[in-house]
């Protein structure tokens, strides 16, 4: 019998979510309720042991502090246990994700312009932003082209953005990381820890030895506060295109002993150790919930 690894990223009330990335707090626990009925919940690291019965592990991407606080909970009283994979950089642990500072600057409250004009790598990038419309689309091309970008390069454009539109108040409680305290109490909150690099970058568009620099620099700082080994780990952004051979070789001798992709499948005892799939879940409902899961199930991929 296979078993399915759920990703989820944020737990939190509705807000503008252009990357489909937020479950409702109402929808999560229909799900949680719905997985009870149709399969053992285990920890991720058992979930390619062999058995009888359908299993399920739980995952979380990123470190946001609702895993915690909203979905926590939730899975506490239905005695779930999951892990939560955290980006963590030693020297920048609360800074907010790139990808949600895009998100306030463009879409909270436009700014009276009729175009945003920015340079995007070595290309000019120009969107007419006179409707809700053309501040969707910047959005959705910002995210698109900054995923490969550089740090230093994201950090330019994210400037521009912020100089055009008038900027926004830091920091943000809807898009709050986890912080050391909280990240103490994960365990006690029935959370497993696994890495997920320092910067959130795609590995696949770096070296060698900053890949390696990236999953085990993320290790050591997660463990430097909890205490505790952390052997699991998740690529960011876990499509094919993502990670290579040589990222699976850098996780492996950074000391992980299994790792996450999010290509969709079940896992098998043989599936690989540093490959295993993961079905994203979105704002489903707990029927179109249960479907996909039993969906997947009947596949059997």
């Given at each position: 019998m296979g078993g399915i690894v759920l990703m989820y990223h944020r737990v939190a009330p509705a807000s503008a979510d252009p990357l489909d990335m937020r479950v409702a707090p109402e929808r999560f626990a229909e799900q949680v309720q719905r997985l009870g009925e149709l399969a053992e919940v285990v920890p991720l690291t058992e979930i390619r042991d062999r058995g009888i019965s359908r299993r399920v592990a739980i995952t979380f991407d990123d470190g946001y502090l609702d895993n915690l606080t909203v979905a926590g909970p939730v899975l506490s009283?239905?005695?779930?246990?999951?892990?939560?994979?955290?980006?963590?950089?030693?020297?920048?642990?609360?800074?907010?994700?790139?990808?949600?500072?895009?998100?306030?600057?463009?879409?909270?409250?436009?700014a009276d312009i009729d175009f945003l004009e920015l340079e995007v790598g070595d290309r000019h990038l120009r969107v007419d932003v006179r409707t809700a419309a053309g501040w969707e689309r910047a959005a959705a091309a910002l995210n698109r082209r900054l995923v490969r970008m550089s740090a230093a390069e994201i950090e330019r454009v994210v400037a521009q953005l912020d100089a055009q539109t008038g900027g926004v108040?830091?920091?943000?409680?809807?898009?709050?990381?986890?912080?050391?305290?909280?990240?103490?109490?994960?365990?006690?909150?029935?959370?497993?820890?696994?890495g997920h690099t320092r910067t959130h970058r795609m590995l696949s568009t770096l070296s060698r030895s900053e890949q390696y620099d990236e999953v085990r620099g993320c290790r050591d700082a997660l463990e430097s506060v909890v205490g505790a080994p952390v052997t699991t780990f998740a690529y960011p952004f876990g499509g094919g295109d993502a990670y290579t051979s040589q990222t699976v070789r850098a996780v492996r001798d950074a000391g992980y002993e299994l790792?996450?992709?999010?290509?969709?499948?079940?896992?098998?005892?043989?599936?690989?150790?540093?490959?295993?799939?993961?079905?994203?879940?979105?704002?489903?409902?707990?029927d179109k919930f249960a479907a996909r899961l039993e969906q997947l199930f009947e596949l059997g991929v």
């Open positions: 009283e239905a005695g779930m246990p999951a892990t939560l994979f955290v980006t963590r950089d030693e020297s920048e642990p609360d800074r907010h994700f790139w990808w949600d500072r895009v998100e306030h600057l463009v879409l909270d409250e436009p108040e830091w920091p943000c409680a809807v898009h709050a990381r986890l912080g050391d305290e909280d990240l103490r109490r994960l365990p006690g909150a029935g959370f497993a820890i696994g790792a996450c992709t999010t290509d969709v499948a079940c896992t098998r005892p043989r599936t690989h150790r540093y490959r295993i799939p993961r079905l994203p879940v979105y704002d489903w409902d707990g």
